[in-house]
């Protein structure tokens, strides 16, 4: 039972309130600095009320940046990420939880460690797999003296390379196994009464059941996917086709001239621009995004 306290509520509420206000304070500067001309922009201190020059600065900020083609980009690896961590993550725990096999716990604690090798740390072998993704294949082959010829399979700069090596993901593994571990064993043991395999219990139960998780899941790993920087930067060279919304990001800042001073208005108006497609699914997906990750009448 909670109990309530009148004290501890209006505490509670005014730390809400003001750690909303700190949170939605950079996004006011950002619109308001979006707003104004290159000159009022500059001025210290800036104004805190919005001009009058936003939509001019959004749209200059949209033919400068050509978002027209790396907003798509972006929403391609975002989707394709997304829903390539889910689907791994969903079969993964499926294979963990359901069937038994020797090692899975092994297994299951190995995927789990990873939480703890970000990108960042890992990013040079997986940028060696990517640049040729059959080598670690004929290696294994060279070693048994067995000459089969695989070809190279070069991932880099292409829509793959931003996509498969970023679909594997400990937390959805885990989120999933957790919420498979709750499913009762009676639901299980019907489905197998009713002549369902694997395959159709996993399609026609358990993913309707875990859509919440779905969404969860979704929600977090689109944001994420969305806002990747360094993995794009790396392996992208052929920026004319390939560049994402974050990469660019870095082109708009500088002045049309070597030496002249950022144009902030435009660079907030394109910062506007990327921000607007997490936000959006953010919103959209958020009381399924808070069901999954605290529901209990799963």
Do not use: C
Request: hydrophobic letters at 55%.
């Amino acid at each position: 039972m909670v109990e309530r306290n009148p004290i501890l509520d209006t505490f509670t509420h005014a730390l809400l309130i003001i750690s909303l206000i700190a949170l939605l304070i950079p996004f006011w500067i950002v619109f308001v600095a979006a707003s104004h001309d290159f000159h009022t922009v500059n001025q210290v201190p800036m104004p805190l009320w919005p001009g009058s020059h936003f939509f001019e600065n959004i749209s200059t900020a949209w033919v400068q940046g050509n978002f027209s083609r790396v907003m798509l980009n972006s929403m391609i690896v975002a989707v394709g990420v997304t829903g390539g961590k889910i689907l791994i993550a969903s079969l993964s725990a499926f294979s963990i939880v359901y069937f038994n096999y020797r090692l899975r716990t092994l297994m299951f604690w190995l995927i789990f460690i990873t939480l703890m090798l970000p990108l960042e740390v890992r990013i040079v072998p997986t940028y060696a797999v990517a640049a040729d993704v059959l080598r670690p294949y004929r290696e294994i082959l060279n070693l048994f003296g067995l000459s089969i010829g695989l070809p190279e399979w070069n991932m880099l700069n292409s829509y793959s390379g931003l996509i498969l090596p970023l679909i594997a993901t400990a937390t959805g593994t885990f989120l999933y196994r957790q919420f498979f571990l709750t499913v009762p064993d009676e639901l299980t043991e019907a489905a197998k009464m009713d002549g369902s395999g694997p395959i159709r219990f996993f399609l026609e139960v358990l993913l309707p059941l875990s859509k919440t998780n779905m969404a969860a899941l979704a929600t977090i790993m689109f944001v994420w996917s969305w806002n990747q920087y360094l993995w794009p930067l790396l392996i992208i060279t052929d920026q004319a086709h390939y560049a994402t919304a974050t990469m660019q990001l870095q082109k708009v800042v500088p002045g049309p001239v070597f030496g002249d001073p950022p144009i902030w208005n435009i660079a907030m108006a394109s910062n506007l621009i990327v921000l607007t497609p997490p936000v959006l699914v953010t919103i959209l997906l958020q009381r399924w995004f808070v069901r999954g990750l605290i529901s209990t009448d799963k």
